[in-house]
């Protein structure tokens, strides 16, 4: 019995270890399996499924990141319009594809425009005084305040103004249109010629703002919510206020400041009675621009040394 007790004790230990081994060499195995899910990824299954997400995955990331960074430098572009200071910029161009060519100077929060030779080659001293003040403003001799950003354009009209300089057939577009009736206020498809410039039967255009230099422009004074423009002509030696039928306001207030510096007469008493349709002026008044004609005193003369003075003035206005 005892040695049988031995024996079966014996037999019992052995088969526990037996056991305990396999269950151990078990419990690895089954460790081993556990752990193998880790890598269970790298099966071709796992592995195929994986690896289309990922280029899936760039495919459609890339062209997300694309218009973005498209969309990026243009919105630069419109968030900073401001071109170099001085130097020319296009904002459109004539009948003929001359360019409306600008000019920049200051970086105020109030937005000014000058503009000359509306009325082309037949008024081409307006664009020789805007281009010296230009010149001024690129020496230093006028400084534009801090609160002003102040436009220039020269040429309005580039078709009239190169095709027939200092010639009465300079006064239209290359339509024939006269640029300053091609505006909305108070426009006509004709209008008397009593009183107004009668050497051309020039046109106001088929409808307002048919012409690429006024759209140009209108653009460009919206665009720039501009607070006071300037339109060179000759040779009336006065200034006329947008507005209609009575000048506004702001528009008054300026024009008189402007005579006072310049002693070209406001209001126009030498006004020979001409019918204004669709002018430039009036409707920069109704878009709430205080705006002005400025007539010089000849078709010859650039008036600097008067308009020096009137620039200044022009700086200086407040609302
Ligand atoms: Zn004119």
């Given at each position: 019995m005892k040695r049988s007790f031995t024996n079966n004790t014996k037999y019992l230990l052995f088969g526990f270890l037996i056991g305990a081994v396999i269950f151990a060499l078990g419990f690895a195995v089954f460790k081993f399996l556990q752990n193998k899910p880790a890598p269970i990824p790298l099966t071709s299954a796992t592995g195929t499924a994986t690896a289309p997400l990922p280029s899936a995955l760039t495919f459609t990331v890339t062209p997300v990141f694309a218009p973005t960074e498209t969309a990026t430098p243009t919105l630069a572009v419109t968030s900073t319009p401001?071109?170099?200071?001085?130097e020319a910029f296009s904002i459109g161009q004539s009948v003929q594809e001359k360019s409306l060519d600008m000019y920049r100077f200051g970086n105020g929060p109030i937005v000014r425009v000058i503009i000359g030779a509306i009325h082309g080659g037949y008024e081409s001293n307006t664009a020789t005084l805007v281009y010296l003040l230009r010149d001024d403003l690129r020496n230093g001799s006028i400084v534009v305040p801090e609160e002003i950003t102040l436009y220039l354009l020269?040429?309005?009209?580039p078709d009239g103004f190169y095709n027939f300089l200092n010639q009465p057939e300079g006064r239209g577009n290359a339509h024939g249109v006269d640029i300053n009736r091609n505006w909305s206020v108070l426009w006509q498809p004709d209008w008397d010629r009593t009183g107004c410039f009668n050497y051309l039967r020039l046109t106001a255009g088929e409808q307002p703002f048919s012409e690429p230099e006024v759209i140009a422009l209108r653009d460009f004074l919206l665009a720039n919510k501009v607070d006071a423009l300037i339109s060179y002509h000759s040779a009336m030696s006065a200034i006329f206020a947008g507005g209609q039928p009575e000048p506004d306001p702001a528009s008054d207030s300026l024009a008189r400041a402007l005579s006072a510096a310049s002693l070209y007469l406001y209001p126009p008493v030498n006004d020979p009675g001409c019918q204004y349709t669709g002018q430039l002026i009036d409707w920069a008044a109704a878009q709430g621009i205080a705006a002005v004609d400025v007539e010089l005193t000849d078709h010859e003369s650039n008036d600097i040394l008067i308009n020096r003075k009137l620039l200044e003035a022009f700086l200086a206005w407040r609302r």
């Open positions: 401001l071109p170099p200071e001085g020269p040429v309005f009209n």
